[in-house]
């Protein structure tokens, strides 16, 4: 079974440059996350698809920031335009229910962003 | 509202010696609690979950976190460290209720261990 993959591992832009970020979850899962790592920092949410609807968005930044999930499949996050503060990792998440006490996510590589 | 602490950023320990990752939470609800560990260049994989059953959960590659509720604790330990164990931990809370929601992170202890 495939994992979670993300495209691409490492992107460089200049400030002000917009970037795209795509997520291919685990086939099947209906549910996609995306988190962010600033350097230095903890790992933090972002926001919460279910299938092509957005469930909870409440991490996500500022309006720079645009997710999609076009028919429930894979996701992009767009970052338009960028800023030095964006850099980081994007981490994209998939889970399935398997069991009653919490789903577990599956998490890809995730993006390295340099914003120069 | 939800927090975690790991109580140490670091953690240097020899190959063949015990291992202990500290980890406190706060939560308003009972808590699902989650040790992850990313190896570098890879993805974060999930060592072990607490989700209210036994309070002492084994994990994958020997180790195992036990849930302290009157300490608000969640330490990860192992008996003998592994070379292949160097890597960050981070762990994890969400509230039980809230299932398939956002995972909260801590700040992460990146583990050495020396030959």
């Known amino acids: 079974e495939a994992g979670v993959t993300q495209f691409p591992s490492h992107s460089v832009i200049e400030k002000g440059q917009t970037v795209t970020l795509r997520c291919d979850p685990i086939?099947?899962?209906?549910?996609l996350y995306w988190y962010r790592r600033v350097m230095g920092k903890e790992i933090k949410f972002l926001l919460h698809?279910?299938?092509?609807?957005?469930?909870?968005e409440s991490g996500m930044p500022n309006n720079r920031f645009l997710a999609e999930r076009t028919g429930g499949t894979y996701s992009t996050l767009k970052v338009q335009p960028a800023e030095l503060e964006d850099s980081g990792v994007y981490f994209c998440a998939s889970s399935q229910v398997i069991s009653k006490g919490g789903r577990e996510q599956y998490f890809g590589p995730g993006t390295r962003l340099t914003v120069t | 509202a939800q927090s975690v602490t790991q109580l140490d950023s670091h953690v240097s320990v020899s190959e063949g010696t015990p291992v202990l990752l500290r980890c406190n939470y706060s939560?308003?609800?009972?808590?699902?609690l989650f040790w992850y560990v990313q190896h570098p260049n890879k993805g974060l994989q999930l060592l072990l979950k607490?989700?209210?059953?036994?309070?002492l959960v084994k994990g994958i590659n020997g180790f195992e976190a036990e849930f302290k509720k009157s300490e608000t604790s969640f330490h990860l330990t192992k008996p003998s460290a592994h070379m292949s164990d160097a890597a960050e931990y981070f762990c994890v809370v969400t509230p039980f209720y809230n299932q398939g929601g956002k995972l909260i992170f801590g700040q992460g202890t990146e583990l050495s261990v020396k030959p």
């Open positions: 086939s099947g899962h209906d549910n």
């Open positions: 939560s308003s609800y009972s808590p699902s």
């Open positions: 698809f279910v299938k092509e609807s957005k469930q909870d």
């Open positions: 607490y989700t209210s059953a036994a309070t």
